[in-house]
């Protein structure tokens, strides 16, 4: 895994829009817990049973230190994660109201991740490579990213890239193109993929996206996941579910889906395995609290329907 990795401040309520004017209001709850989206999926892996290791940049101080000893006890090799001396380790407050959120992210080291921070043995030994919220880290790290996928895929790896938001709107820049050019994964929420394609339907982005020897699959929140490879298109639709807070749903599904992949399954089924962790995610507040392991994610995933989509489907 490649990407952020910082401490989320989880802000749960019905009421937790801010009052300026000092104002003060109650929340139900305040925790810290892990965040980053590269390092959600990457503890949400370990669960299922993947061999994980992150590359991320942090501070030196006690927001850092907090995160490494979190992945550390989930198992998460934490050798090529980076800390910059008089840096602050990047910071989120998510607020949360169940099944909607609003964040708020001071980026601080994790902006000054590069490719020659990500060593070549990791890229070397690795299944799969993912990379998430890359327009946090594209300063820093998109000028050698292509690269280092382009030599991940020489290794016989599978690469897989989640953009996320872009907080600066532009959702392009001068490495994107390469980049997607040496990725094979494509893993957008819906709204990610229409900003991308610089489109409004969400059949037309899919089709702009998807490319030569790049799948799509886009994430659809309760409603599951479209998936696109070539000319095939299956939708995976989990139960309906009641959320207590979203918060990390797309990095859990993410880490499902290449847990499947890496134990065999097609793209589709482990759509429906990433459904299921995403879904599990979302039964307890914050990223990880909830990721199940890989008997439990099996059997929910045994629950998720898979079918044939028709375009606009």
Known sequence: MIGDCNPDVLVLGGDITPAFGQHEKLADSITLAIGGSAAITAVAAARLGVRVALAAAIGDDAAGAFMLGQLASEGVDTSA????????????????????????????????????????????????????????????????????????????????????????????????????????????????????????????????????GRAVVVKLGARGALCVTGAARYRAEPPPAEPADTTGAGDCFNAGLIAGLLGGLGLAEAAALGCAVGSASTTAPGGTAACPGMPAAQAMARAVTVREAEPGG
């Not at 994660?81 to 964040?103: E, N």
């Not at 490719?115 to 300063?139: C, E, K, N, T």
């Not at 490495?175 to 610089?198: R, S, V």
């Open 81 to 212: 994660v980076v800390v910059r001396p008089g840096q602050p380790t990047g910071m989120t407050v998510a607020l949360s109201r169940g099944g909607d959120r609003a964040i708020l992210t001071a980026t601080g080291a994790m902006t000054t991740l590069t490719a020659g921070d990500v060593p070549a043995s990791m890229i070397a030994a690795a299944r799969h490579v993912h990379v998430s919220s890359y327009f946090l880290v594209q300063p820093s790290l998109g000028p050698g990213l292509a690269g280092l996928l382009a030599a991940a895929r020489r290794n016989g790896a599978r690469t897989s890239l989640d953009t996320n938001w872009d907080p600066a709107g532009r959702w392009g820049g001068e490495w994107l193109p390469g980049i997607l050019g040496q990725t094979d994964l494509l893993l957008p929420n819906e709204a990610e993929a229409l900003h991308l394609a610089g489109q409004q339907n969400l059949d037309a982005a899919v089709t702009a996206l998807a490319g030569p």
